[in-house]
């Protein structure tokens, strides 16, 4: 799990909770009518933006990507194919038959090489899954953004439907302090919607994307470099580069 994203929410959620138990009822601040145009104006807007088929494999996906951490690190995917290098020199490519390297696209890249494929073959097949499951995670991004943008605006405009019907509403001045506070629920609504859930888990799949891109491209092109024969300790001088800066001296010194 990533405990970033969940700590976020929930604490963002127990700032606010306990900002409200300060100034009196937490239902005072619970309207059904203002989550149902802020929910529903939201996802509205979202089916008209984006393919229907799509947007709920998206939000699933984006969810869990968000929600998970992947295990997996750069460096330790450097480690495995300098070790499916070893393996292919000391017993050839039919070595790597049933390693698991821990990412399924290298694991299939080990499958490809047992199996001798062309390397023309790997990369394409390989880069075609890598593409497309970026394409489905930034799909992902976009619909969380989509329902980020749309909360505040819905929320805004479920409290000038409110304002207009107090001010429709005139006759009674008492009811008119209480008319208000539940019109403005449903900015209260979009906006915690937008900036507590929404658009930090927009820009954590983003971030998650450009990790993703840069890891399933060192897989390809280390496993191409093992298909081709080259030396562990060069496969391994040429990943590196995939690597921040700050780490390459610590990789180089495990290497050696």
């Not at 900002?19 to 929910?39: K, Q, R």
């Not at 023309?120 to 943008?149: H, N, P, W």
């Not at 888990?201 to 994307?209: E, G, N, S, W």
């Amino acid at each position: 799990m990533d405990i970033a994203t969940i700590a976020g929410i929930i604490v963002g959620a127990a700032v606010i909770g306990w900002a409200i138990s300060l100034g009196g009822s937490f239902m005072a601040f619970v309207d059904l009518p203002s989550v149902l145009v802020v929910i529903g104006g939201g996802f509205a807007a979202t089916v008209i933006r984006f393919p229907l088929m799509g947007i709920g494999q998206s939000l699933a996906i984006g969810g869990r990507v968000a929600f998970t951490h992947k295990k997996v690190e750069p460096r330790a995917l450097i480690q495995k194919i300098a070790e499916m290098g070893e393996l292919v020199r000391r017993s050839g490519p039919l070595g790597l038959e049933g390693f698991e390297a821990g990412d399924a696209n290298l694991t299939k890249g080990a499958i490809y090489i047992a199996d001798g494929y062309d390397p023309a073959y790997i990369r394409e097949a390989m880069e075609l899954t890598r593409d497309q499951f970026l394409q489905r995670l930034s799909e992902g991004q976009r619909v969380f953004k989509s329902l980020g943008d749309a909360g505040p605006a819905f929320g805004m405009i479920g409290t000038i439907v409110g304002l207009v019907q107090m001010l429709g509403n005139m006759e009674d001045p008492s009811a008119i302090g209480p008319a208000m506070a539940v019109a403005l629920l449903t900015t209260l609504y979009g906006a915690v919607l937008a900036n507590l859930v929404c658009l930090p888990i927009a820009d954590k799949l983003t971030a998650k994307l450009e990790v993703e891109e840069i890891n399933q491209t060192l897989i390809i092109d280390g496993v191409l470099a093992v298909r081709s024969g080259t030396s562990p300790s060069l496969i391994r001088e040429k990943l590196i580069a995939y690597l921040p800066e700050n780490q390459h001296k610590g990789m180089l010194d495990e290497a050696a």
